[in-house]
């Protein structure tokens, strides 16, 4: 469920690269100060596990297919947030650079839809409150499947918010939702109960590991949440404002996919959910005062008044697809070209 | 087993990295912010854009073939990419069928314009992303991010992690294999065995992380991981990024394609 760079909008891209950014920043100024050395190679160590237990599959009962560790909520116990979230962060950058899962410019949004939920929102406010000390196994395992649910599910969410707003899909918006959520809420589960057996596996095996871990993370107390909410607010709007100004001057921004998806007659009322939530958050906010969304009724008369929208005439396309056809036959030969000359001199 | 493969690919991208072109010999910094330049680029073209994509393959094309990095060995590690985009792109044609052009009598439909400018969009952004670890190598990459402002916290784990992948899949492989020769057809590979083989794997891994940490000690580790690389900019990155940024700015804003169609109208009718 890894975004992809090319469903994605810059302005999208951009303005949770800018999140991301920050929180990386947050958590390695906390961590620096509050961990010894020891810990780095840990955590390294930990990200490379991560990928080396997801070479080790299960069968889901009952299903037959398999499945694998995901990692976020897991680090999130063993390590406390920072350290999880930096860990997967490294995690989901390498993904992005050797398997290209995902993408460069989609990092940001993976890292936040993967990292950010688990260890800063799950792991505090839901996992640590229900399973107390840690000690019984019961409590672990409710608050693991718990908590791997819950942050699946908000990542998942997240994937399809990010990929409406972006507006390259024209998927509605609930018909993707029914496609995202049911299907993460079982891997989430699932996750939920391995993430369990391994925590509670290791704390009988070894239970010294984890004490000497808990020992040496910061304690959850001080983590000034809302100071990192703060500083992402103000990012996410400088740069959402700044690119969805020059989004909206070309009209493939946020606002004119925002339109499509009201626009889209088969799910008005979906669509008129979510404007009016932006809406309503944009005249409290008022950043931008010529960003208007459109209501669904004005939109569909629009539709009404231009039918064949792409402002594209037979004429222009043809010349587009030979001009195509020619540009990638000169790009072939350009390849080939410096191929066969550096075969010869080499 | 697919992660057998994975794996091996891993060490080709890894040692392709170590060639000596003009294109390795390149400050990763500069690739590094080339790259983002252009996946930018390739991404803030509009939904239903396809021809004037095209343009934009000649860069990964000259990066491999500059480098030598072989074509065929890109395009398959293409392939078994997560299929994500595809899947969500895949519904764009049935979704959106008004008529967008008419070409040659023939009806396109948008969303099958959209579904082709997301492939377009994909085949760029993926093919140039695997390159630039196949012409900088993963630690060059990671000291671009450091001297570009990244947390030295965050890079130095970063490093680590590349340095024990290898290590620790291989790990993960013996394991695996262990288990397939004491269990015959589907058995162990239940929850509660896999639980104790990750959980095996999780101790074995703190214990090589605390020697590591006690040999890196011993040779002066103080948390962070210094270089002695070339940290310069010299004339030809400068070049590097500057091209770059002039192709990338007239492919995106001059209709090139349509232009290079009109010629060869022009000379062919």
Known sequence: MHMADALLSPAVGTTLWAGTAAITGFASHRLKKQIDDRTIPLMGVLGAFIFASQMINFTIPGTGSSGHLGGGMILAVLLGPHAAFLVMASVLTVQALFFADGGLLALGCNVWNLGVYPCYLVYPFLYKPLAGGGKSPGRVLTASVVSAAVALQLGAFSVVLETLLSGKSELPFEAFLLLMQPIHLVIGIVEGFVTAGVINYVRTARPEILASMAASRPLGRDVQLRKVLATFAVLAVVTGGVLSWFASTHPDGLEWSIQRVTGSDSLPEAGQGIVSVLKRFQEKTAVLPDYSFAPAGNEAQKAEESPAWPMVDGGTSAAGIVGAAVVLGMVLLVGLGIRSFRGRNS | ?269
């Open chain 2, 1 to 269: 087993m697919t992660f057998n493969r994975n794996y091996f690919d891993i060490g080709r991208l890894d040692r392709l990295a170590y060639g000596r072109t003009w294109v390795h010999r390149l400050d990763p910094r500069s690739k590094v912010v080339a790259t983002l330049l252009y996946l930018l680029t390739v991404v803030s073209l509009p939904k239903y854009e396809v021809a004037a994509l095209t343009p934009f393959f000649l860069f990964p094309v000259l990066l491999a073939a500059l480098a030598g990095i072989p074509a065929r060995f890109i395009l398959r590690k293409m392939l078994i990419v997560s299929p994500f985009a595809i899947v969500i792109g895949i519904a764009n044609p049935l979704l959106d069928t008004r008529t967008a052009v008419v070409i040659a009598g023939t009806p396109l439909s948008g969303g099958l314009l959209s579904f082709f400018s997301i492939l377009l969009k994909f085949a760029l952004t993926v093919g140039t992303t695997l390159l630039l670890i196949a012409t900088t190598s993963f630690p060059g990459v990671c000291h671009a991010f450091r001297r570009l402002g990244v947390p030295s916290l965050f890079v130095s784990q970063l490093m680590f992690l590349y340095r024990y992948l290898f290590v620790l899949m291989e790990e993960a492989m013996r394991i695996v294999r262990a288990r397939e020769m004491r269990s015959f057809g589907a058995r162990g590979a239940e929850i509660r065995v896999y639980v104790r083989l990750v959980g095996t794997l999780f101790l074995r891994t703190v214990d090589r992380a605390e020697r590591i940490y006690d040999a890196m000690l011993s040779r002066g580790f103080q948390g962070d991981i210094p270089t002695l690389g070339r940290s310069r900019m010299a004339a030809a990155d400068l070049l590097f990024v500057a091209t770059t940024v002039g192709f990338l700015g007239l492919f995106r804003f001059v209709p090139v394609t349509e232009g290079i169609g009109r010629l060869a109208q022009g000379v062919l009718g």
